[in-house]
């Protein structure tokens, strides 16, 4: 089984502050998955990365698919209230996702 | 174009009876995933199905719990003398294919048992 590590587990920061999580693995992954899930719903997807060294943007977050596919950060810009949730990676190869992490934007 | 639809929202059962939950994926998606999640946790794989077939049960506990995706009408989860520690959120998710990016997963809103 393939482990997939995600840091931090919690984060908890003001409006307006940066920040980077991060999902890494023991191997490679095939391809990987972001998801966010908010408090009472099911995950919402948000990107998929398949090649090394992929950087893929949508609006304020940045997700970046390390050169040897072993690793993956999700970057968000100046955060807002509305980016808390739980951020959930997800390797392909055996349908596991990571533990996530739960941040929280605090106004 | 409906989402992943899931019913019921919530569910609560006494311990010893049977929880059925149900599961329709997007339209044109013939594969099923079904995920369980307990409290402040991540989700943990179950099973995945695609139509009258069983691909991937790894994640299954052996005893009470079973799943289908019959030719017609939705995924069914079954668990059967539920306990306390089957209290959880169980996600179903489906996909177009399994292959390419066609695997991305859609998510339903989750079934949230909780067993007195």
């Known amino acids: 089984t393939q482990l997939l590590e995600q840091s931090p587990q919690f984060l908890s920061i003001q409006e307006g502050e940066n920040l980077t999580v991060y999902c890494n693995s023991s191997?490679?992954?095939?391809?990987l998955q972001w998801y966010r899930q908010e408090p009472g719903e099911g995950p919402v997807l948000l990107v998929t990365?398949?090649?090394?060294?992929e950087v893929k943007k949508l609006k304020r977050l940045t997700f970046q698919f390390g050169d040897a596919r072993k690793d993956s950060s999700l970057h968000i810009t100046a955060a807002q209230p509305g980016d808390t949730g739980l951020y959930l990676c997800?390797?392909?190869?055996?349908?596991?996702f990571g533990a996530g992490t739960r941040l929280t934007v605090k106004p | 174009n409906a989402g992943v639809m899931q019913n019921p929202r919530h569910l609560v059962r006494r311990r010893g009876q049977e929880a059925r939950l149900r599961c329709s994926p997007m339209?044109?998606?013939?594969?099923v995933y079904w995920y369980r999640q307990l409290p402040e946790e991540g989700l943990k794989f179950m099973v995945y199905?695609?139509?009258?077939?069983?691909?991937?049960e790894s994640g299954m506990p052996k005893e009470r719990f079973s799943a289908e995706f019959p030719k017609e009408g939705p995924s069914i989860l079954r668990i059967q003398q539920v306990v306390r520690g089957d209290s959880a959120a169980y996600f179903c998710?489906?996909?177009?294919?399994?292959?390419?990016?066609?695997?991305?997963?859609?998510f339903g809103p989750g079934t949230r048992l909780t067993v007195t």
């Open positions: 998710a489906s996909s177009l294919s399994s292959t390419g990016r066609m695997y991305e997963q859609y």
């Open positions: 191997s490679v992954f095939s391809s």
């Open positions: 990365v398949v090649t090394g060294g």
């Open positions: 997800y390797n392909n190869n055996d349908m596991r």
């Open positions: 339209k044109g998606h013939s594969h």
């Open positions: 199905l695609q139509k009258e077939n069983i691909i991937d």
